[in-house]
């Protein structure tokens, strides 16, 4: 009685593997099923790494440039109908909830949608009202290597989105004009409210939405400019664990006070990390069956060298070997094939990953450019992240496949009957 995968089944199963077509040996359709778990395996792991890289590059321009919670309060109806959203005790509110634990910043905000001009140029932006020590503590907006200018000026003019210079066509030291309709009520009506800034500092968040859309003002000019003497519009929070965010919304309310609202990064965001959620499961089921796919070929390739060792394999038996030693070795042959695609597969999906920059710019050079538009998918370039997580799961599902299908064939040449097989020999 031999020992499962025992040296002599290796070398038989190796000899099959290394004899020539017309010997017998290895099909076309294993080269085939062999290229075939390649790509597919490199397609399954370049795939899982732009998802995982996609989300990563999402949230962390969300999380670094954007509140994780932000306070409003409810609203007060004045005596003429008006409703009255405004806080007042903005300084107070924000020493009590940077006292709850697990926040590490809380910052007053007033906030408008405006025009920007610049010469003949007009933009539509949203104003963010900040205090500089504030905006310096945000670290996609206060980035020295991607923003423009000197943010210690910010007091004395405007920050603006890279997105928002573009459009302007505005540089640092340019004054831009912010233009809003709700300005001085006058005898004649409503006057706009026209002011004129210097651009000191321009910054690139990441986002498209957001460098095309935001400019920051400080803080006491935004409520002058506003109308907002006093108050505040709502305070945006910032946590140590961003991902943990639901757990602190009773504690911020708590601290906030009776007529406080809270609304999360998650809110605002939750629909569309839900629907990234659901592609990225819609996309690993279709690739996992073109790995199912490729891994069939391997039947294809076993039946063909079944029936060519066909001869082999009665001889083989009437020499004493067993049912499972046959078994055992078109397994190895088969299962080598899955083996080898696997790791050929891993490696180009590695490949792709680290170098997707490279691999990006020259599919960009060969189309002509244009080939990624930031204003449909919100950042700048196509981003990888090779997790662990995602190659070892690429790995299990093409040798689990490969491994499943490969015992059919495997079986059909054990339970060949030798006299059949050496009859017309």
Known sequence: MTAPFAPFEWMIAWRYLRARRAEGGVSVMTWIS???????????????????????????TILGANAHVTIYQSGLVSEGGKVDRSISDFDGMAERLRAVPGVTRAAPLVKGQVMANLRNR??????????????????RIADPETGDGDIARFGEGIAIGSGVARELGASVGDRIKIISPNGVKTAFGTSPRVNAYEVVYIFSAGRYDIDR????????????????????????VMVEVPEAVDQMAVPLMRAAGERA??????????????????????????????????????????????KNKGRDIGILRTMGLTEGSVLRVFFICGAFTGLLGTIFGVILGCLFA?????????????MGGGTWDPAIRGI????????LA?????????????????????????????????RYE
Do not use: C
């Open 380 to 387: 700048y370039h196509l981003p990888a992240k090779l997790e």
């Open 34 to 60: 062999l290229i075939g778990i390649t790509l597919a395996v490199f397609a399954l792991i370049a795939t899982l790494s732009v998802r995982s890289g996609f989300r990563a590059e999402f949230v962390d």
């Open 354 to 366: 680290i170098y997707i920059d490279t691999v990006f710019g020259f599919v960009n050079m060969m």
């Open 261 to 306: 609202l809270v609304w999360t990064w998650r809110d605002a965001s939750g629909g569309f990390l839900r629907a990234l959620e659901v592609e990225d499961n819609v996309m690993f089921i279709i690739l996992s069956i073109l790995v199912l796919i490729a891994t069939m070929n391997i039947v294809s390739g076993l039946i063909m060298l079944v």
């Open 213 to 236: 859309t935001r400019v920051y003002l400080p803080f006491t000019e935004a409520q002058s400019f506003f109308n907002r003497d006093g108050v505040a519009d709502e305070i945006e």
């Open 122 to 139: 007009n933009a539509g932006v949203e104003v963010f009202g900040i205090r500089a020590e504030n905006l310096a503590e945000l670290p």
């Open 390 to 422: 995602d190659v070892l799961s690429a790995v299990f599902l093409s040798l689990g496949l490969s491994f499943v299908v490969t015992i059919f064939p495997a079986r059909r040449a054990a339970r060949m009957n030798p006299v059949e097989a050496l």
